[in-house]
Every structure is written in C-alpha cells, then in structure tokens.
C-alpha cells in the first residue's frame, strides 16, 4: 500500500530564518506531488506541483521554493520566512493519469512564524 | 486564474437537520472532487464526478454534478455529529492540477 510522510509535524520559528519540510511517498513510482497552504480557518492554496523529477510547477509567486531530489521526494523550502508564512502545510500524491486521480494528504505541517 | 468558490463559508445546524454546502467554478470542470476534513486533520477522499448531471450517493451523502460541468452540491440528510468538519470541492484544472475551494466548514449541535 502506498503511504506518505511529512516533517516536521509542527515548528514555530522566528522571522528571516529558514524552513524545509520534507514529504516522501512509499509504494508508488512516478507520483504527481503537490505542496499545499491553508491558512487558519481558510481553504487550501497549490503552492507547487511536480510531475517527475526536477519538474516543478510555482502556482503563487512567493518566497517559497520547492524541489523534487528524487522520484519521491518533495521538498518545501524558503531563506527568510514572513510572517505571512504561518499557517499548515500539506503534501499530497496522486498517481499520473488523464482521467483524474484522488489525492492523498500527508498529516500536514503546523509552521507558525513568529 | 480559475476560482472555485464554496457557500457558505460556515454552517452550524442541530443534529438531525439537513445540510448543502454548493461549488461553482469560474471554468468548466472535466471533473470534480470531493473531501473531507476533520478538525486537526487532513482532507480525505469522498468521491470523484465526472459526468455532466451526475449524482452520486453515499449512504447520508448525495453528490451532484451540474450540467454545464461548472458547479456541484453536496448534500447531507439527517446530520450526525460524526459530519463535523470542513469539506472542500476540487475542480481539476488542466492535467495534474486540483484547484480546492474554499470550503465549508460544518458544525453540528447535538
């Protein structure tokens, strides 16, 4: 069965420093992955998305900046965090097909920038 | 940009009522998603449209896709307490991507 993970679950930290989040997905091969936003009580923004690797899509120009290393590997990344920057973060996978796919979410990942 | 706008925003209503939460898409859809999230959680899989007019059900859940492929409703009967949570419709965009909506976050009284 095919299962993803996402680190770390929660981190507070100050503004200007740097963030990774790390998302992998087991039991699948040549995934689609998606980073997500969602912003307290709001609905969720795509941020990234990758098919394949070293493909990335940005949706929203930001200071974020994501990256596939390997086939099932999606990282999230920034240099100097805002304050906007708070909120929960979501990996997620479907599988590559035209005919559309459900999406899997990792359990998500509480930043707040304080 | 495409949107995909959800109302309302918010609902709360005593257990055992009914409950419609609506989807419309600034551009027409090739298929439509539906998710769950729990308070704390993560969105979850419900179901997928992808017909023009479909309707779908699911035990206390009917799902429906519009005509036109542009908007959608989900409708729940006789609301439990279990059906707390946000739900977010998904329009597909292009090939790989899924615009979420805003989505309508459920609170049931008991």
């Known amino acids: 069965s095919q299962t993803i993970h996402q680190w770390p679950a929660t981190l507070v930290q100050p503004v200007g420093s740097p963030l990774s989040l790390e998302c992998t997905v087991e039991g699948t091969s040549n995934p689609n992955l998606y980073w997500y936003r969602q912003a307290a009580g709001r609905g969720l923004q795509l941020l990234f998305y990758s098919v394949g690797i070293g493909q990335i899509s940005s949706e929203v120009p930001q200071n974020l900046s994501a990256s596939r290393p390997q086939d099932r590997q999606f990282i999230l990344s920034s240099k100097k965090l805002l304050l906007s920057d708070s909120g929960f973060y979501l990996c997620?996978?479907?599988?590559?097909?035209?005919?559309?796919?459900?999406?899997?979410f990792g359990e998500g990942s509480w930043l707040t920038v304080v | 940009g495409q949107q995909v706008m959800q109302i309302p925003q918010y609902q709360h209503v005593q257990e055992g009522e009914d409950f419609t939460t609506y989807c419309n898409s600034s551009?027409?859809?090739?298929?439509i998603q539906w998710y769950k999230q729990r308070p704390g959680g993560h969105p979850v899989f419900l179901i997928q449209l992808v017909k023009s007019g479909e309707v779908k059900k699911q035990k206390r859940l009917t799902f429906q896709f519009g005509e036109a492929k542009k908007n959608s409703s989900l409708h729940i009967t006789a609301t439990q307490t279990t059906d707390v949570g946000t739900y977010f419709c998904?329009?597909?965009?292009?090939?790989?991507?899924?615009?979420f909506g805003t989505g309508t976050r459920l609170k049931v009284l008991a």
């Open positions: 998904a329009g597909r965009s292009g090939t790989y991507k899924y615009i």
């Open positions: 997620a996978w479907s599988r590559d097909s035209k005919s559309g796919n459900t999406i899997y």
């Open positions: 551009t027409t859809l090739s298929n």
